[in-house]
């Protein structure tokens, strides 16, 4: 028999169906796997329980004849950003050490409603805050794949980074802990993960899922999604955990498509768009290599290709690294000792004293430095220069996107400038890590949908993604156009198992 780890949702979703397999087996096999796979830390928390009561009830009701729900017998990893009832929940901050949701978001809600089970919840980088886990109170996550040539440095097996901020999501996936997980995407922390351990992943349109219950970074951009194997188990995924919600004031009340029914990889009559300013300064050659031969893909599925400008680009990630820093500078103040977590009271403190003592200690260093950028450019005297400036530019970035609607469907550009990189290689230089968010940011700032696909592999044996950003609204083209080229990637490298 096949190992039930190598499945995905379709194929457990199917089997399970079927009763090729029971889905307390499938469960039984993942949580296993997920216990012997300590030393990649991608799980903060394992809840065994959970996977398997889920997995009994979707037995139990194949049993009884009964029609089994979209996601029965799947079971998921959760990020550690989203509010579980019952199971502590940090966003990988001692801030919040201790915190056990008295309530469950509304996305991993909806995905328990399908019928998914939970493995655990998933480490990634504290609040959500960097790009490659290394923010982490926890400890960063250690990415499953590793370089085939000794690396920059000549030192072999350095470990790499999963990418983040949704790194444990992503490692696990490609370790096949578990066949798919929950992630969010403020500035590419779908997209970047997914695109540096060779699986897929779509930030849906802004509005699509629900941030009630979702720990908040900067909230004008935060938006959950799928990451998973590949495109149509995202498509399956992304169906269950999207839906309008009352309470979240930016839910869009709409009716949820049914994109896995639309799936569709071929492009005839489409139009893809090439951004020229995303031929970023000192782009590895393998990158335009990578970026050449999606497009090749493209026109293999019958697409037609035009080249479009996106003028406003490289103010993209100045105008981010104001916007999201302010917003989380707000988000961020409720962590004050006496609501959630970690309280530091020292002897004969005041109130004052103890806020300051709790947020020093409860806060990683990347979170105020965050919190103080964002304070400073929403402080009086530097609002209109700093905080203003920065949401005009976005306005901008917004209609460069509208105007290049005219003349295409959707953008294909590479995910990420690099492939993975090594942990520690980028942790002391603030700015080298922003530079990586380079291509992902732009559609965040327009709430845009967007995913990416794995491409093929860098001479380092490294996977690489290509991505694909759509009109507002427009999920079921950018996970077409994903799959054209997933069909043709034929991607199907997977890491040697050394954990
Ligand atoms: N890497 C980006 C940041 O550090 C994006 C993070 C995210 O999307 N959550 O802000």
New binding site residues.
């Given amino acids: 028999m096949t190992d039930l780890t190598d499945l995905g949702i379709a194929a457990i979703r199917d089997g399970v169906r079927e009763g090729a397999f029971s889905a307390r087996e499938v469960a039984e096999a993942f949580v296993a796997r997920v216990a012997a796979a300590k030393s990649l830390n991608a799980f903060l928390v394992e809840t065994p329980d959970h996977a398997f009561a889920a997995a009994d009830a979707a037995d139990k009701a194949r049993a009884a004849g009964e029609t089994l729900k979209p996601l029965a017998g799947v079971p998921i990893g959760m990020k550690d950003l989203f509010c579980t009832k019952g199971v502590a929940s940090t966003a990988a901050s001692h801030i919040l050490e201790g915190f056990v949701p008295p309530y469950e978001s509304r996305v991993s809600q909806n995905l328990w409603d399908a019928g998914a089970g939970m493995l655990g919840k998933l480490n990634m980088?504290q609040f959500?805050?960097?790009?490659s886990n290394e923010t982490s109170a926890f400890g960063n996550v250690i990415s499953p794949w590793r370089r085939s040539d000794g690396g920059a440095s000549g030192k072999n097996w350095a470990p790499l980074t999963p990418g983040?901020?949704s790194g444990g999501s992503s490692a696990a996936i490609a370790a096949r802990l578990c066949p798919a997980a929950t992630g969010?995407?403020?500035?590419?922390?779908i997209r970047?993960p997914a695109a540096f351990t060779g699986i897929a992943g779509i930030k849906p349109t802004y509005g699509r899922c629900s941030r009630w219950g979702v720990v908040a970074?900067a909230s004008s951009l935060d938006q959950a999604g799928p990451m998973a194997r590949d495109v149509r188990d995202c498509a399956i995924m992304l169906e269950a955990m999207a839906g309008f919600d009352p309470r979240d004031a930016t839910s869009l009340d709409l009716d949820v498509p049914k994109w896995e029914a639309g799936l569709s990889g071929d492009l005839k009559g489409k139009k893809i768009g090439i951004p020229k300013e995303y031929r970023v300064e000192n782009m590895p050659a393998e990158i335009e290599a990578l970026w050449q031969q999606g497009i090749a893909w493209a026109k293999d599925a019958g697409a037609e290709i035009v080249e479009v400008s996106l003028p406003h680009t490289r103010y993209a990630l100045p105008a981010y690294y104001i916007i999201?820093p302010a917003e989380a500078s707000s988000n961020l103040a409720r962590y004050d000792g006496v609501r959630y977590g970690l309280r530091d009271l020292p002897d004969g403190a005041n109130l004052q004293e103890m806020y300051a003592a709790t947020r020093a200690a409860g806060f990683g260093d990347e979170v105020k430095r965050r919190i103080m950028i964002g304070t400073y450019v929403l402080s009086a005297g530097y609002y209109d220069a700093y905080f203003t400036q920065a949401s005009k530019v976005r306005t901008l970035i917004a209609r460069d996107f509208e105007a290049a609607w005219e003349s295409c469907d959707v953008l294909l550009t590479p995910t990420a400038p690099s492939a993975a990189f090594a942990l520690g290689e980028k942790s002391a230089d603030p700015i080298a890590m922003?530079l990586?968010?380079v291509f992902t940011v732009p559609s965040?700032l327009a709430g845009l949908p967007a995913m990416s696909v794995p491409g093929g592999l860098d001479a380092a044996g490294l996977p690489l993604g290509l991505q694909i950003i759509g009109k507002p609204l427009d999920e079921q083209s950018v996970l077409n156009a994903g799959l054209a080229i997933e069909q043709r990637a034929g991607f199907t490298a997977r890491p040697e198992q050394w954990w």
Avoid: I, L, W
Avoid at 128 to 131: C, E, I, L, P, V
Avoid at 184 to 189: F, H
């Fill in positions: 980088d959500a805050m960097g790009s983040g901020s969010t995407d403020t500035g590419g922390s970047q970074f999201a922003y990586n968010d965040s």
